[in-house]
Each structure stands twice: as C-alpha cells, then as structure tokens.
C-alpha cells in the first residue's frame, strides 16, 4: 500500500527578525542580538491603527490629520503584507505534486516585495516594513518638525503620504500605526 | 463670630470680637474682621456633594478619575509587536513576529557607531554592498540621547539623496528589496562626492544624518543588502 511521502520541513533561511524586545539576526539557529529595543519607550498622546488593502496598480494617501498636531505625527510604523505561500510548510520545498494537497507555491517572489511611498513628491521604496518618527515641535528649530499628516484641504497642507503598489498581479495588505 | 452662610457650605470669617487673638488666615482665622469672601452680587450659591466612594474599592475609581487616567500612553516593544500600552494594558498592537528581511547568497549588513557632537553632521558610510552596487534592502537606525534632554531636543535629521531632510527621534527603519548585481529597489549608499578636483563640499548622495541639538547623540546604524 502506497503511502504518502513524509516531507520535511527544509532548513530556516537565515535572515533579519524581531524576537521579543530585540531585532537581530537569525542565522544557522542562533539569534544575534544587534538592536535591544526594551528600553524604547516612545510617549504619545493618541493613536490611530489602520488596516488597508491596497489593490494592485492603485495608491492610497495616508491622512490623519485628527489625531496630528497641526497636522504632524511622531510616530508612523508600517507594515506591508505580500501573498504568502499557500502551505509555508512546503514553502522553498522541491517536492511533487501530491493529490489532495494544495499546490504549493513561494508565494510573492522576494524581489517583488517592495512598494512605492511618497512623501512631499519624493518617492521612496518599501520593503517589508518602515518606522519613521519624529517630535512635532522641536526647540532646535522655529519651524514645525515632525511628519506631516494633513489632508490637503485643511488648514495646514502638503501633508500626507501616499502607498502605491505597483504589481499587477498581486494586492497587498498594510498595517499601519500612527500616533502623536 | 460671623457666619456666611451660602447654600449648603458655611463660611467663617473673623469678627471684630475675636481681632486680636486670631491668626493671619482670612478665611478660618478669628483676628480680623474681614469676611472670608466677598459675597459680590450673588451671594448665594449651591454646592453639591457626590459619593464617590461607598467603600475601599471605590476609591480606584476616585484615583482613576484624578491620578490614574492621565498616565501616558507609550508605544514600545515587547513580545515581538509593536504595542500601544497604558499602564498595565495592551491598548493595541502591530505584530512583528512576521517580519523577515532574507539573508541571500549576495547579501551583506554592516552596523555603524557614530557619536555626533552638537550641530554637526555624518556621512553614512556606504560600506561594501558591491553585489548589489550600492543598494541596500534593510537600515535600522537608533539614537541614544543625552539622558537631561528633553522631549523637543531628542531628535535628529536625515537627508537621502540630497533631498528634503526628514527628521528622526530615537528610532527608524527603512526597507526595500536588492537584486543581485542590479540597482533595484532599495536605497543607494553610496555617497556621490563630486570627483571635482579641489572639491571640499558635502556629499550630495547616501544617507546623512544631522544633530542639531546642544548635545552628544549617540546613533547607531545597520545596514544590510
């Protein structure tokens, strides 16, 4: 009687990762500690958290201009969610084709990870994730510092930055967490 | 002694009977003949008294309303997410235990040290990401201020590419992704100092941060294709 062969999960790539309070670097089983982030207390004020699927080839601007002071965020954190293999057990696996199992595929290849963000008409890429943080006052300096969230039509302009995801074949889901 | 009575809460003010013997206190004293306060045009009023606490645990609503309910709201690490907390609370949170940046075979990271002495600059160093001529996928920045600085002086500025500066407190990070032997999608490093002879200008390329406060800042950078 056939049965069905025993896969075993391939060997963890190594690469960059959060663990607990740190960021580091995970390779052959052994984290390496290169960022202790325990100490990183960052004092806000409010908070907004958002959820956003962005459909291929479209933008979306980020605008919070409610929970800004004059329209400037200290703290923007973002996460981007790509398709992900069907069965991350299989994934980077070579195996056949098994009936009854889902095809596995590597999900979205790891040079199409990335979007576009602008930012005053400068675009940027973005990868996998992006935290930019600020003080909305700063003593150093007579103008206002910080981030600029505003929506276009308010009081303080030229704020806000826009996600667009270029690919057309795939969406992407962003995480988003702003606070003052 | 003379009573002012308003509503439900007694005053008393001092008489000319009690003038010599009485305290300073305008209020409560008995040595002057000053009434507590001035009646002005509407002497009467009401004050009312809540019950706002039957019993011991009545009394963490009373904190809460005066003590408690301004404690501030942090974002801050822990567990692997990116949390927003209030005292013991996890308000809510952005989970990392899904961030992967890929070591790949043409990858390589450095990690930078600078301290930066008060109004002065520093050039990224672009390192040695041949492979992926200049382009990283992944920095990580984190600034360590002077522990007297305030909130406002906790801050410094970076510029890529020569353009507009941005700013930055005690944390940033950036990504994108590297192709092997290709410009992509990242951020370029290297600096771009003009081959001028003589030239003795700022580079106009990579990444340069700025500390514009009146103390040391310490950052450190990592960097990785």
């Known amino acids: 009687m056939a049965t069905r062969p025993i896969i075993c999960p391939p060997i963890p790539a190594n690469g960059w990762i959060f663990f607990k309070s740190n960021f580091g670097l995970e390779e052959d089983y052994a984290n390496t500690t290169f960022f202790n982030l325990k100490d990183l207390n960052f004092g806000v004020v409010s908070y907004s958290r958002l959820r956003i699927t962005l459909k291929r080839t479209k933008s979306i601007k980020l605008s919070q201009t409610d929970i800004a002071t004059e329209g400037f965020v200290r703290w923007i954190a973002v996460k981007v969610q790509y398709p992900a293999p069907k069965n991350p057990i299989l994934y980077a696996a070579q195996t056949p084709i098994i009936p009854g199992v889902p095809t596995p595929t590597n999900g979205t290849p790891q040079i199409q990870k990335y979007i576009y963000w602008t930012y005053r008409g400068n675009t940027y890429n973005l990868g996998d994730m992006m935290v930019l943080t600020g003080n909305p006052l700063g003593s150093t300096d007579s103008e206002v510092t910080g981030w600029n969230l505003s929506q276009d039509n308010f009081l303080y302009s030229d704020g806000g930055i826009i996600f667009q995801n270029p690919h057309t074949d795939f969406d992407v889901k962003l995480e988003v967490l702003v606070a003052k | 002694m003379v009573n002012i009575t308003g509503g439900d809460l007694d005053i008393y003010g001092g008489d000319s009977g009690g003038g010599s013997t009485g305290s300073n206190n305008p209020f409560f004293g008995l040595g002057t003949a000053k009434v507590g306060l001035d009646p002005g045009l509407t002497a009467s009023f009401e004050t009312q008294y809540t019950l706002v606490a039957l019993n011991e645990a009545g009394l963490n609503r009373v904190n809460l309303t005066f003590s408690d309910f301004n404690d501030p709201h942090y974002v801050s690490f822990y567990n692997t997410s990116m949390n927003v907390s209030w005292q013991a609370e996890t308000l809510d949170k952005l989970n990392l235990s899904d961030f992967f940046y ?124």
């Not at chain 2, 990271?109 to 002065?120: D, I």
């Open chain 2, 102 to 225: 890929p070591v790949q075979s043409f990858s390589g990271y450095q990690m930078q040290t600078f301290v930066m002495s008060p109004n002065t600059s520093i050039n990224l160093d672009q390192g040695d990401f041949d492979t992926t001529l200049g382009e990283i996928g992944l920095l990580v920045a984190r600034a360590q201020f002077y522990a007297d600085a305030t909130e406002n002086q906790r801050m410094l500025y970076w510029q890529y590419g020569g353009s507009d500066r941005y700013i930055m407190a005690d944390f940033m990070m950036l990504s994108g992704q590297v192709k092997n032997g290709q410009v992509w999608k990242g951020w370029q490093t290297s600096n771009d100092v003009s081959s001028e002879i003589g030239y003795t200008g700022a580079a106009t390329g990579g990444f340069i941060f700025s500390n514009p406060t009146e103390y040391q800042v310490k950052l450190m950078v990592l960097t990785a294709s």
